[in-house]
């Protein structure tokens, strides 16, 4: 082992715990910003029902999110899971760190849905699955990102 590996692993070794911690508190927050939002949303058309699934931050590969999961059921009675969050270092994304939102696996026939990339919106394939994407707003007004992908979500399922 190098000197500079052995070095930071000493580091490490002191400061793990308050990075650790520090970590989980800002997904906490984050998290709840986001879920604070979904929760006053007022318009879930065309969804019967809806609630906040469990889901917890992650990554892998693929970059490192802290996702909210909706579970619904659409006036088709069809299930629907919506997958919505902060994403960092997504592979198939030029931004560092985006808003993001797409169907997880239900209804399959949207899954891959076409999307126009606007200003306001952009999208990607991923898993079969087209996500939607923007810049996180400095200005922590994930709300209203959220909103306006989840909007054009939805009205895929009409």
């Known amino acids: ?7 930071f692993l000493k580091n490490g070794l002191k400061h793990y715990w308050e990075a650790s911690s520090t970590l989980r508190l800002f997904e906490g927050e984050m998290k709840g910003l986001m879920e604070k939002s979904l929760k006053e949303r007022k318009d ?11 889901s917890r931050p992650g ?3 693929d970059g490192r999110w802290i996702p909210c999961m909706i579970d619904g ?9 919506i997958d919505c969050g902060l ?13 993001y939102c797409s169907f997880w696996d239900e ?8 999307h126009e990339n606007t200003k306001a919106i952009s999208s990607f394939k991923y898993h079969s699955r ?4 923007s810049a996180i707003p400095v200005d922590l007004k994930i709300g209203a990102v959220l909103n306006g992908q989840m909007d054009c979500l939805l009205r895929k399922l009409k």
């Open 130 to 133: 087209t996500i939607l994407y």
């Open 44 to 54: 879930w058309h065309p969804l019967k029902s809806h609630k906040l699934a469990v």
């Open 1 to 7: 082992m190098n000197e500079t590996l052995q070095t």
């Open 87 to 99: 994403w960092w270092n997504a592979r198939k994304c030029d931004l560092d760190s985006i808003v």
């Open 73 to 81: 059921v659409d006036r088709l009675s069809r299930k629907v899971r």
């Open 107 to 114: 209804p399959k026939a949207v899954l891959g849905f076409a």
């Open 59 to 61: 990554g892998g590969p």
